[in-house]
């Protein structure tokens, strides 16, 4: 965040991290560190156990640092007037990293502190891509070169291989004097990686995709030296800015200058003057190199960002919003922001923007009178509600529109507590009531509300243990974004704000054009642009997209029902016979004495849907609790789970996640049954009562292993697996990695395993042992291993698709080895992508609407140097729909591009608790089920026993 | 990321990175150093030839072995009547001589 704010004042995107507050106390830190431990050996004295006691103390005696000291609003006094030795920090760590110094300050030991430095410290980013990272990428680039000239057929193989060693940014070393001097390409010479399917029927579709059309212009590289030099990174912006009139166009980040034209003569020798001590600065500007522009593709983005400055949007986070196109939404206190989403990148069709609508949903009440209400509806328990509503919430400061999340509540300290600032090189105590009228002009109303705290970490170059700091917030001045728990759960608000967010086809084009009409209508953005010979294109790519058949479902007793475009079977499901019923004889239901009429009318209509679906059930043990306490479903279910009960059933009378939890505990890992947990609610309503019971009939039948329906597979002998990871909100307890693999030739049940590992990782370790789990498993039922093995792999981001490669893929293939050296099947890995900005339209009528499921786009918009496609296979009623993502890392197989695609469309048909297509393969989503389900209440590992059924429906 | 720990890299003790970072690391690591033997629990763990009957014994991610997972169960407490799911052969609901039954290979 603090990063991006520095950012945002430079207008620069910069590689380095740490800058403001956080560095700012992080150097004072360490500066107190080494006098410290320099004291302790000048005087030979033992004391060095000092130095390891200074990071855990500093989390507790950082003290209230300040809201909204960007380094940009710090006194120009503070900078200035400081002499060699005494501070001159930026940021708003300087209050806590002063108040630090001080704490740790022994009499006659000098305290130093470091400046900020947010020009560079000139030795650290010299050392960047040197070394290790550079010979990898040589000897990448050998092998590459050797494996070229060996193998002129490009099979798939070698095109995946070949897309690990092209490199985003490739570096190399040219082979003249300069050693130390790297070579930047970010536009690869390798042609661009084109795999298209073949059948379907086609239809012209657009994306959100616009050309830009650059003319090959040359880029200017500079090197931009201050003497005396400047550790100050706003002022080195300031004092380059004084000779505006030389750069009219340019891209600055401290040290380095882009500029779209030669610097003049004149120009290169320079004197401005500080603006904070009027002192004079030399400036000596360097030419360094000329370079294209089309090998900097970062420029473009970081042209776009300033774009968005020109047209007055907000920045949060990575997306730019419109604060004054806000819409008010006064029933439910809301608030929607509509905004725009951008990257520039070069995809299978060239260089385009992409570009998205967005939208930000906020609170329209201040904290302060969120706290006063709940202050009014709880009374006395009033701190503990308040904590337990605000905590975890983040919220947005009025002023300068930054987004902090809350960490604690603070009444100890109110407007009126004063912290330490400097002044004039001196530290002043300033309350906050001061310190807000002076900075901001704003006069704060409420001078006895608490504070919020805000607290963040960051590490240290060097130092493994991180280091807090906090940030107080004035709840007047704070406003509270995204929705509660409540609010989610509020049909009519979420329906109201539905309708401002998920917004048509139409509208979102609609919204593209405008975002191009503002850039080209307005005169900032259009001379920035026609300044590095850029234009956009005025319309959005057009493409030639395909749909794929609509697949035929089979059901029990032979029916067969073709399939229809919009890939649902909703009524189809109850009226027919499931594929493969199991029957259930002994089972038992577990009601509370409340439910007592909701178990009685589902048994009736369990009794009344069952005929028609082919399942016979008989009558079930009914066991009453005498109160819903989470400990009486627990004693009952130990009682009732004997051997021969098929599955429990478990009425709750309210969704509750610690008892939702403790009967999964239970059912899935304790005492190993097939369970169902309904929430008596969605019982109550008569209307509902028979297609909600039909469901979960159907869901009852898949835990218990039957099969509902099936397609058409056209492999014989193939396994395919589904991987996703779930990690917890919180980040305090391990991740879930679940992985399930099919093990009959329809594909229809499933194995599956679950993994554990630290915290917040996405890339598995232990595949190796799921694996061979899972082919042992195929291996007894079928009698022979699978000859082809396609993996999707769900939740990994673009830029660990490189490192799955390296990791994951050979981690598999190890495991192949292992089973018997005859052993070579096909091995399919393709990462699903499903949170993406590209968004697909078809064209119809005058307008546009979401394509069919089954679309398939395969080039244009793709990857340039993966073997990528796009498939829409869900069928949404309500916005635009999001096509999802597959990325082939991986692939040994004799499969074409179109087979791919097609097996990963009919895939998406069997995921068994939807009448329907689902976005991502079953294999994925059943993962993810199962991931989430370990990962949110089972907390440990399911019972093997129940591996071989979808028991996490 | 703030809160995870460090670890060291098995191919070079002085590479200390967050343990978020470790199997990124490795990528790189083990291109540029000699094959050490992978655990086949947990792809961190890395270990030279010589070693690595000991690690395979020892390592912390190993399965607890079960010799008969129902009767481990059968002490923890009793399950439920749990059967395996039936076989079901494409060919029982779509015949291969079927115009819709397709195969690749």
């Known amino acids: 965040m603090l990063t991006q704010k520095v950012n945002k004042a430079g207008e620069m995107a910069d590689p380095m991290r740490g800058r403001g507050r956080g560095l700012a106390l992080l150097q004072a830190l360490k500066k107190t560190q080494m006098v410290s431990s320099d004291e302790a050996t000048s005087e030979s004295s033992p004391d060095a156990s000092a130095t390891p006691s200074m990071a855990p103390s500093a989390i507790g005696t950082v003290s209230p640092s300040l809201l909204g000291t960007s380094s940009a609003s710090v006194p120009p006094s503070v900078c200035s007037s400081s002499t060699s030795g005494a501070t001159s920090i930026g940021g708003r760590g300087k209050m806590a990293a002063m108040l630090l110094a001080k704490a740790q300050q022994k009499p006659g030991g000098p305290v130093t502190f470091t400046p900020a430095g947010d020009g560079s410290p000139a030795a650290l980013p010299q050392m960047k891509g040197a070394g290790r990272g550079l010979k990898l990428l040589q000897s990448l680039q050998a092998s590459k070169a050797a494996g070229d000239s060996q193998s002129p057929k490009p099979d798939v193989q070698q095109i995946t291989e070949k897309m690990a060693e092209t490199s985003v940014s490739a570096t190399f070393k040219p082979p003249g004097d300069e050693p130390k001097r790297k070579l930047y390409r970010e536009v690869k010479d390798t042609p661009p990686v084109t795999r298209k399917g073949t059948s379907g029927t086609p239809v012209q579709v657009t994306a959100n995709y616009i050309y830009l059309n650059f003319e090959e212009n040359s880029v200017y590289e500079y090197e931009v030296r201050y003497d005396p030099d400047q550790d100050y990174r706003n002022l080195r912006f300031k004092l380059l800015a004084e000779h505006r009139q030389y750069f009219k166009e340019k891209t600055f980040d401290g040290t380095t200058l882009y500029l779209p034209h030669r610097l003049p003569e004149e120009a290169h020798n320079l004197v401005s003057t500080n603006p904070f001590d009027n002192s004079k600065v030399r400036i000596n500007i360097v030419f360094r190199r000329t370079r294209k522009l089309s090998e900097m593709i970062h420029i473009y983005n970081v042209i776009f960002k300033c774009i968005m400055k020109d047209l007055q949007l907000v920045r949060i986070n990575r997306d730019h919003f419109n604060d004054k196109a806000g819409i008010q939404i006064p029933q439910h206190k809301l608030e929607v922001w509509p905004g725009y989403v951008t990257a520039v990148d070069e995809y299978e069709g060239g260089l385009m923007l992409t570009l998205d609508s967005t939208h930000k949903v906020l609170r329209t009440q201040s904290v302060l009178s969120f706290i006063k209400e709940t202050v009014q509806a709880e009374g006395a328990g009033w701190k503990k509600a308040i904590a337990e509503r605000l905590v975890g919430c983040s919220v947005m400061t009025m002023y300068n529109k930054k987004m902090f999340r809350v960490d604690s509540i603070d009444d100890t300290q109110s407007p009126k507590s004063t912290f330490e600032k400097m002044v004039d090189g001196k530290p002043v105590q300033i309350s906050f009531i001061d310190y807000y009228k002076n900075n901001y002009g704003i006069q704060i109303k409420d001078w006895d509300q608490p504070l919020l705290i805000s607290r963040d970490s960051k590490r240290m170059p060097g130092q493994e243990k991180p280091t807090d700091f906090m940030i107080c917030l004035i709840p007047e001045l704070c406003q509270l974004t995204g929705l509660t728990d409540d609010q989610r759960s509020n049909f009519r608000l979420m329906k109201d704000v539905a309708t401002y967010t998920k917004i048509t086809p139409n509208q979102r084009h609609a919204a593209f054009k405008k975002y191009i009409e503002t850039v080209m209508s307005n005169e900032t953005a259009k001379s920035r642009l026609a300044g590095w010979g850029l234009s956009i294109a005025p319309e959005t790519i057009q493409l030639t997209a395909r749909t794929l058949q609509p697949e035929t479902l089979y059901f029990g007793n032979n029916v067969k029902i073709p399939g229809k475009p919009n890939a649902d079977w909703n009524g189809e499901v109850t009226r027919h016979h499931v594929m493969q019923a199991m029957d259930i004889m002994k089972w038992v239901i577990l009601y509370t004495d409340r439910d007592k009429q909701v178990a009685h009318d589902f048994l009736e209509t369990v009794k009344r849907s069952c005929r028609p679906m082919g399942i016979n059930v008989a009558d079930p043990q009914m066991v009453r609790l005498p109160n819903d306490r989470t400990d009486s479903y627990v004693i009952n279910l130990k009682k009732v789970i004997t051997s021969n009960i098929q599955i429990v059933v478990v009425i709750c009378p309210s969704a509750r996640d610690d008892r939702y939890g403790a009967i999964k505990k239970i059912c899935c890992a304790d005492n190993p049954v097939p369970s169902q947990v309904i929430n008596a609610r969605t019982l109550m309503n008569q209307n509902k009562i028979r297609a909600i019971t039909q469901k979960i009939l159907l869901q009852m039948n898949c835990k218990l292993g039957g099969t509902l329906w099936n397609i058409n597979i056209p492999f014989k002998s193939a396994m395919v697996i589904g991987i996703d990871s779930h990690h917890d909100a919180t980040r305090k307890k391990q991740s879930v990695c679940a992985f399930v693999a099919s093990f009959n030739q329809s594909m229809t049940h499933w194995y599956s395993r679950v993994v554990f590992q630290s915290k917040g990782q996405e890339i598995v370790d232990n595949l190796k042992d799921c694996l061979v789990e899972s082919l042992k498993h195929y291996l007894n039922v079928n009698g022979c291993l699978p000859e082809r093995i396609i993996i999707y792999r769900d939740g990994v981001g673009d830029g660990e698709l490189k490192i799955l490669q390296q990791y994951e893929i050979p981690q598999m293939k190890i495991c192949l080895s292992v089973l018997g050296g005859e052993y070579k099947p096909a091995l399919t890995y393709i990462v699903v992508q499903k949170r993406i900005n590209t968004r697909i339209f078809m064209k119809a009528g005058g307008g546009y609407e979401n394509p069919n499921p089954g679309t398939v786009v395969d080039h244009g918009v793709t990857r340039r140097d993966w073997y990528d496609f796009l498939i829409v296979s869900q069928k949404v009623n309500q916005g635009t729909v999001t096509p999802t993502h597959y990325v082939v890392i991986h692939d040994s197989s004799d499969m074409t591009p179109d087979q791919c695609q097609r097996i990963t469309y009919k895939l998406c048909h069997l995921y068994f608790n939807w009448p329907g297509t689902v976005r991502v393969p079953a294999p994925c989503q059943y993962a993810h089920k199962l991931a989430y389900l370990v990962g949110n209440s089972i907390h440990s590992q399911p019972a093997s026993s129940l591996a071989d059924k979808l028991f996490f429906l | ?105």
């Open chain 2, 1 to 105: 990321m703030n809160d995870d720990e460090f670890a060291t890299c098995p191919y070079n003790v002085s590479h200390r990175v967050p343990r978020s970072r470790l199997q990124h690391h490795l990528v790189k690591c083990q291109k540029s150093n000699p094959g050490l033997w992978i655990c086949p629990f947990n792809a961190t763990h890395r270990c030279p030839e010589h070693l690595k009957q000991n690690h395979y014994n020892t390592c912390p991610d190993r399965p607890i072995e079960i010799p008969l997972p129902k009767a481990k169960e059968a002490q923890n407490g009793t399950i439920g009547a749990i059967t395996k799911p039936k076989p079901l052969l494409q060919k029982d609901y779509l015949p291969e001589d079927d115009p819709d039954c397709e195969y690749w290979d």
